[in-house]
């Protein structure tokens, strides 16, 4: 479309029809538009409303010289409609259409449109109103709602186009899908429920007793049934012309309304929470999707209301942090990420039900979770924290019905793929377009080698996802160097031993995290350790537990620089988990001088916790020893700030994993700290930063732009204890992920820090 249409010829100026007209006239995108419909009083209402230059009851009449012609008829009238233009039309014009059907009006176009079959392009705004007709015509209408068209293979591309920009300047977001699979999904997600809607009300209406019924009936009702008030004609029409597919959702539906009914009728409690608990995350994950923002975010909102109508795009908050202030009190920080993860799947292969306290709300342990609904287990919660996981045990996982989707979790997919090895069932792991790029070889190899039929894509030779496993074959245990050192292929090869035949045995060639085997034991399956190696025997039985998630390190340690920084601090962190492989952190604060005593060190499911109590103290520069570096690889972040606080120069060096994690974190925090006054300069792989020493301001007030590294922003949050000014955080969305209720826990204890939508 250059500037716009000469002439747009509406046939059937309703709602739909008289939206668009409106919505054209508004934005000038036509230098005239006619009507063609049944009654002339629509047509009259059409022009009085300005809506139209001029209307006719003669539709061959109406759409003489258009450019563009939409029809926007009941889907019923459609045939006869295309028919009475079809002589008359011009011969480049474009028609399309607003139906809510489209096999049907396609085959009406095929039948009817003779030579202008090509350029007719079929199309479907995802949007409406409970009134119909002129007087409900809307210029906004489509603003901000999907129009989906489903050219066919016959459609001229050119035609699409001009229509696809056409809905793109009322406002709409276009997107374009197979006839087949529109019709399939409007049957399942807006077809199904209007005839559910409908059918209610009216069984309910035949009953003797309906007023009665009515009388009392609750919100729920009311709104469960609220589209039952829409148009019966346009609807008649949509089950008519959509018969197949409207059956087809029809009985997926009655097959799942018995299973439920069955499950009420024995008392089955895990089928009835079962069926819930996965219908609350999916109606959690559908309107995280509408509102394209975070599973978390609307997880969150969603336990407050039990509805969400944001539809804007994503919040990315500024924390606003004011300088000084001290910390006191207790802080309970989130659950480890990597224990969230193993909890639910050694929960979910557990015999019985694990009770789990702790548990991180984040997105990557919510991908797991939800996968293992996916597999048939029954998962409560979470709520604050608290999963109770209705074990299956090892072989009572189910085929899933899909796609197993893990989000962006790295750690989900990979322990994954070794524990499905082992099962029955086929299944895909799927994952979001990051996710997609990340290799999986380096797991897919070794399982191989156990006897297991797992495929990745190729992409160029990285073996990325969907990666395949074909079910059904047997794993043998085997004798595995790992190449690398890496904690996920340690993981999945071992949680794919547990299928295994006989002895699984993983050497690493450097420590890795250890959780994995740690877990096993507090599931009490036998796990042998001899230095380097990591053996078990498959064929075991894991036993459900409690399990009380370890603080995470690697938030705690926010807290622990915090309250060394802020004179007159003094600080208690309940649970945190120190496994010896995450304490760097504490070991490198205490050579510059912190005062962190660990306190009531205890067990919790195989893991290491302890009570960690931080009192302020001086701090010094020191050479950073890089023995600790991999045991603190996380926490240089928030350590930076630290040596910005520190007398003397800190130094750091064999640190150049940090510039590959979620962002360049050694050139984002140096650039951080210079925008704050702070002295540093960067090497290849580390830093120097020169300290402020006890009793100086460490740094200016200023902007810092966090490049959506939630460590790196909570990281500056903290410096604003030591900071002459306001310090203003950008980009601060991604914080939820890692450690969710960050700003209102740092609030309670003592940083002045509000959070700007
Ligand atoms: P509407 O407000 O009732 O308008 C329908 C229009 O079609 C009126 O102008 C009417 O003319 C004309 N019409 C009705 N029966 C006809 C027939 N047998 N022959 C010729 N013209 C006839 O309906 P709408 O909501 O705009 O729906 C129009 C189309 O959009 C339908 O195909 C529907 O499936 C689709 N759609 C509707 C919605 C929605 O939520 N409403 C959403 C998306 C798509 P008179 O005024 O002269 O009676």
């Keep these: 479309m250059s500037d716009g249409f000469r002439k747009v010829a ?107 079959r090509s350029r007719f392009v079929p199309g479907h705004p995802i949007a409406g109103k409970e009134k119909s007709g002129v007087d409900a015509a809307d210029a906004a209408l489509y603003e901000r709602h999907r129009v989906i068209l489903t050219p066919t293979p016959d459609t001229d591309p050119a035609a699409t186009l001009v229509v696809r920009q056409m809905w793109t300047r009322v406002g709409a977001e276009v997107l374009t899908m197979r006839p087949d699979e529109h019709d399939r999904v409007l049957a399942e997600t807006s077809h199904l429920p209007h005839l559910l809607a409908f059918s209610l009300v009216d069984t309910l209406a035949r009953q003797g007793d309906s007023t ?282 071992l949680l794919a031993g547990l299928y295994a035949q006989g002895e699984t045995r993983v050497t690493e060639p450097a420590p890795t995290r250890d959780h994995t085997e740690r877990m096993l034991t507090g599931f009490g399956y036998p796990v042998q350790r001899d230095g380097a190696s990591v053996t078990l025997n498959g064929g075991g039985t894991l036993r459900a537990c409690q399990l009380d998630v370890p603080a995470d390190i690697s938030s705690a340690a926010f807290f622990l620089v915090a309250a060394s920084i802020a004179p007159g601090s003094e600080l208690l962190l309940p649970h945190v988990g120190i496994n010896p492989t995450r304490t760097g952190v504490i070991d490198i604060l205490r050579l510059m001088g912190a005062d962190i005593t660990v306190e009531n060190e205890r067990d919790a499911g195989g893991e290491p916790v302890a009570d960690l109590r931080v009192k302020s103290a001086p701090l010094k520069g020191i050479v950073i020893p890089e023995a600790l570096v991999p045991l603190a690889i996380d926490e240089f972040p928030v350590l930076f700030v630290a040596a910005a606080c520190a007398e003397g120069d800190t130094i750091l060096h064999g640190a150049e994993e940090l510039r590959v994690k979620e962002s360049d974190r050694i050139q984002v925090m140096a650039d951080g700290l210079l925008a704050l006054g702070v002295e540093a300069e960067v090497y290849p792989d580390g830093i120097r930063i020169r300290g402020a020493g006890q009793g100086n301001a460490a740094f200016t007030g200023g902007e810092i732009h966090s490049h959506g590294d939630h460590r790196i922003a909570m990281s500056f949050a903290m410096a604003a204890l030591r900071a002459s000014g306001e310090i203003r955080i950008h980009d601060c969305a991604n914080v939820a992920t890692s450690f969710p209720g960050f700003a209102e826990l740092a609030a309670r204890v003592g940083l002045q820090l509000a959070v700007q939508q």
């Design 10 to 116: 509406i046939i059937g100026l309703g709602l739909i029809g008289g939206s668009l007209a409106a919505a054209l006239r508004a934005r000038g995108m036509a230098d005239s538009i006619v009507a063609g419909g049944r009654s002339a009083r629509t047509l009259e209402r059409g022009l009085a409303l300005g809506l139209i230059d001029a209307g006719y009851q003669n539709l061959a009449e109406a759409v003489e010289g258009a450019d563009l012609v939409f029809v926007a008829v009941p889907v019923s009238a459609m045939a006869d409609t295309f028919a009475a233009i079809a002589p008359t039309l011009a011969p480049g014009a474009i028609i399309t259409d607003g139906g809510s059907v489209k096999g049907a009006v396609i085959e009406a176009a095929r039948a009817q449109l003779g030579a202008h």
């Design 212 to 493: 009665e019924i009515f009388r009392y009936a609750a919100g729920g009702f009311r709104d469960f049934t609220r589209i039952a008030s829409s148009d019966p004609v346009m609807w008649h029409d949509i089950f008519t012309e959509n018969r197949e597919a409207v059956l087809a959702a029809t009985d997926l539906f009655a097959a799942g309304l018995a299973r439920f009914r069955a499950a009420v009728a024995a008392g089955d409690s895990d089928a009835l929470l079962g069926t819930m608990t996965r219908a609350n995350t999916a109606r959690a994950r559908f309107l995280a999707m509408n509102a394209r923002t975070s599973y978390t975010h609307i997880h969150t909102e969603q336990s407050m209301s039990t509805d969400s109508h944001s539809t804007g795009a994503p919040a990315n908050p500024v924390f606003v942090v004011q300088p000084g202030g001290q910390l006191s009190g207790q802080a309970r920080v989130p659950g480890d990420k990597s224990m969230s993860h193993r909890a639910i799947m050694l929960g979910a292969l557990a015999e019985g039900v694990t009770e789990v306290e702790g548990f991180l709300e984040g997105e990557d342990a919510l991908a797991t979770l939800q996968t293992f609904r996916d597999l048939g287990v029954v998962i409560e919660g979470p709520h604050a924290g608290r999963v109770r996981i209705h074990g299956v045990g090892l072989h009572g996982l189910q085929a899933p019905s899909r796609s197993l989707y893990m989000g962006n979790s790295g750690t989900s997919m990979r322990l994954l793929m070794g524990l499905l090895a082992g099962q029955p069932f086929d299944c895909e792991l799927t994952g979001d377009a990051s996710l997609s790029k990340r290799p999986m070889e380096r797991v897919a190899q070794p399982l191989r080698d156990m006897g297991a039929a797992v495929s990745t894509t190729d992409s160029g030779g990285k073996g990325t996802p969907p990666v395949r496993i074909r079910g059904g074959k047997p794993l043998k245990g085997i004798d595995y160097n790992m190449p690398v050192a890496s904690a996920q292929v340690k993981s999945a090869i």
